[in-house]
């Protein structure tokens, strides 16, 4: 029986820290749409990001474990997804605004359920298969093809869904035995790395931050990290079926900020199909009654459990 007392406790933990993740999303759609390229923005995201992990490690498991993973190779394939998944949400934010981004980042746990069926062998019963039936349907009401022309980046996201869905089935490869700060170093180390030899191909080191822009830098980070562990917590004691369906109020910030702060909004096809994704996810996940929390966490819309 579920503890009624754990459960509020659990969703209003998860709505928090998914709002959190909202809010330095918005701060890295303004330091994006300030003059930094989508490379550039993911590199003084990252370096923020691990200067607060190595600062909280000891408290998270430490780095002494991680080091000693026996999966280094899943953790470097998740490392590389994660750049395709943060280059293109990046870019979809500059291009496409945040909340018609969030509409199609959020197919990415459709795409994980159908590959956990080809990799993992998992099985479904029909009620799965219709909730990612409607899913997909939800993404075509958004795109319209051939009625209205699909736009370079709309499909730069959906490959980022897809990125992320797939580093979300590595992380049930590698399982719970690591330390959850695992997850994150060897993430982000691996976006340190690509994106900081782009910055030096590219001359990217020529425009660097100021003070004040570094603080957006790091208030990125700040918010990022605080949402992963609060996210964490929150699957870690309260049942997932609970849980999960709080990662659309993403969708919802992303709407609001959108059109408070960068004067965006989305039209009335673009709300429908959210509308039937974000339907469809919940049925899913109160139907099928998901119980592996690494799965869902691993589908946050900025892509990594950071």
């Known amino acids: 029986m579920i503890d009624f007392k754990e459960a509020i406790r659990g969703m209003m933990l998860a709505a928090f820290g998914f709002s959190l993740f909202s809010v330095g999303d918005t701060f890295m759609k303004f330091m994006a749409d300030s003059g930094f390229t989508a490379v550039q923005t993911a590199f003084w995201v990252c370096v923020c990001s691990m200067i607060g992990y190595l600062s909280i490690a000891p408290e998270v498991g430490g780095l002494k474990q991680t080091f000693k993973t026996t999966k280094l190779h899943l953790h470097i394939l998740r490392g590389l997804l994660g750049v395709g998944t943060f280059f293109m949400v990046i870019t979809g934010f500059t291009q496409l605004g945040l909340g018609l981004t969030y509409t199609l980042l959020f197919v990415g746990p459709f795409i994980a359920a159908l590959l956990s069926v080809i990799v993992l062998k998992e099985k479904f019963g029909r009620h799965r298969w219709t909730a990612i039936f409607f899913g997909f349907i939800g ?21 980022g869904a897809f990125c992320q869905a797939s580093g979300a089935i590595i992380v049930r490869k590698i399982g719970n035995e690591e330390p959850i700060i695992a997850f994150a170093f060897y993430n982000t180390l691996i976006s340190l ?8 191909t590219q001359d990217g080191f020529a425009q660097m931050p100021t003070i004040p822009q570094l603080t957006f830098f790091i208030s990125v980070a700040f918010f990022h990290i605080g949402g992963t562990f609060a996210v964490t917590r ?9 849980i999960a369906p709080f990662q659309y109020l993403q969708l919802l910030w992303g709407v609001a900020f959108g059109y408070i702060f960068f004067e965006t909004s989305i039209d009335k096809w673009t709300a429908t ?10 049925y899913m996940i109160w139907r099928e009654k998901v119980k592996n929390a690494e799965l869902n966490r691993g589908a946050t819309a900025h892509g990594t459990i950071d």
């Open 139 to 159: 993404v075509l009401v958004v795109l319209r093809p051939g009625a209205a022309p699909i736009e370079l980046a709309m499909l730069g996201v959906l490959f």
């Open 193 to 200: 790395i690509v994106f900081g030899t782009l910055m030096v």
């Open 234 to 242: 929150a699957f870690t004691q309260t049942d997932t079926a609970l």
């Open 273 to 282: 199909g959210a509308a039937i994704i974000v339907l469809s996810g919940i």
